[in-house]
């Protein structure tokens, strides 16, 4: 009995152990079978494949001296994404790049994997708007947009010149105009811009209403030239994957500065003052200082954050007992300075109230040097105001 019990006892450790090392090799073998298997390593996809961002482009005028009547220059320069500033292009009139060619249903052809060095690997890059195809306009979209002008431009006083219909690619408007001045003073846009009327429109109640009163308040001296960019058959940022921008359709502009009668130019720029962007990264740095520093440092970026140009421009006077400039000449200075950037942050913050689309310092560092305006009407009925 001794010697059947010891038998059954090593019988039964044996198979446990055959058990445990089975498993284990069943175990290693689900783990190679990937290995074995030449087709589990590549899958195929078709469209909706992404590449690194481009860097995103935006135009900015040179401002000239209010005498000689001269267009600015333009140059190009980078900016980052933002944010978000506007604009895609209408569905019922545009087409989008045409993807991979694929079998059709009728002739399957069997799935081959694509290596990592095959050429046909790497995706392609999408068209640009202005080389993607699209049908011209048609007599009747061309007659209606022309009525709308009509209607639209009844009782503004623009000096502007109708345009041929525009269609580049995806890009254009069926009845675009280019608008040299705004207003009975005859505010000039510099360059001439290309738009749509409702654009057109738009830029005329901001000049007329909210900018002329708000410079003669702040400068006694009216608006004589706006400088802008307007159309740019381009994505939003100049990127190759990203929604059509509004100045493709003709629907927006970038102001970046405005001449005063007297001569004096105001650049959004130079005159705005310390932006969200700047706020945050003075809290970064203000975090490596020492814990003195930083509570005073973090008391005044809360404080600035929080107060727009309109509160400040209210407490203005009653701080002004409290920390006086060292000269006369200084305290010229902040004040011709705290004036430039109220004025800047109330016609931005009227234009909200006319256009569909306003970004400006606030919204990125993109935008650090002018105003994105554009009438883009969005689902929620409500604009975007940054």
């Keep these: 009995m001794a010697l059947r019990s010891k038998a059954a006892s090593k019988a039964h ?22 290995l074995l298997e030449p087709n589990s390593f590549y899958i195929i996809r078709a469209g909706r494949v992404s590449l690194p961002a481009e860097q995103e482009l935006h135009a900015r005028s040179e401002v000239s001296p209010l005498a000689p009547a001269v267009s600015p220059g333009v140059t190009a320069e980078a ?21 991979p060619d694929l079998p059709s249903a009728d002739t399957p052809a069997p799935l081959q994997p694509l290596k990592p060095g095959d050429p046909q690997a790497a995706p392609t890059k999408p068209l640009p708007p202005s080389k993607q ?35 580049e690619g995806i890009c254009g408007a069926p009845a675009p105009r280019e608008l040299r001045s705004v207003g009975e003073s005859k505010v000039k846009i510099e360059p001439p811009a290309t738009l749509n009327c409702q654009m057109i429109a738009g830029l005329s109640t901001w000049i007329t209403d909210k900018l002329q009163p708000a410079a003669q308040k702040s400068f006694g001296s009216p608006v004589a030239r706006v400088v802008a960019e307007s159309y740019s058959c381009r994505n939003r940022y100049g990127l190759a994957r990203a929604p059509l921008s509004e100045h493709a359709l003709m629907d927006a502009v970038d102001v970046s500065a405005f001449v005063l009668a007297d001569g ?14 700047d706020l945050k990264r003075a809290a970064a740095k203000s975090s490596e200082a020492p814990a003195d520093e930083k509570i005073k440092g973090n008391k005044i970026l809360v404080s600035a954050s929080k107060l727009g140009a309109h509160d400040i421009a209210k407490q203005g006077d009653a701080k002004k007992g409290e920390e006086k400039p060292k000269s006369e000449e200084a305290e010229k200075d902040a004040a011709a300075k705290f004036a430039l950037s109220t004025f800047l942050h109330q016609v931005h913050d009227d234009a909200c109230d006319i256009f569909g689309t306003v970004l400006g310092p606030d919204t990125n560092d993109a935008h650090r040097d002018h105003f994105h305006l554009d009438m883009k009407v969005r689902k929620s009925q409500r604009g975007l105001c940054q």
């Excluded at 450790?13 to 990937?34: D, N, W």
């Excluded at 900016?79 to 993807?99: I, M, N, Q, R």
């Design 264 to 277: 004096r130019i105001i650049r959004i720029s130079k005159g705005w003052g310390p932006t969200a962007g």
């Design 133 to 167: 195809a699209a049908l011209p306009w048609t007599d009747a979209e061309i007659a209606a947009a022309k009525a709308e002008c009509a209607q639209l431009l009844a009782n503004v006083t623009v000096v502007s010149e109708e345009l041929p219909p525009a269609r």
């Design 13 to 34: 450790s044996l198979a446990i152990r055959y058990s445990i090392t089975l498993s284990r090799v069943v175990f290693l073998g689900l783990l190679l079978l990937p």
């Design 79 to 99: 900016e980052p994404p933002p944010a978000p500033a506007a604009g895609e292009p209408p569905s019922a009139k545009t087409t989008d790049s045409k993807g």
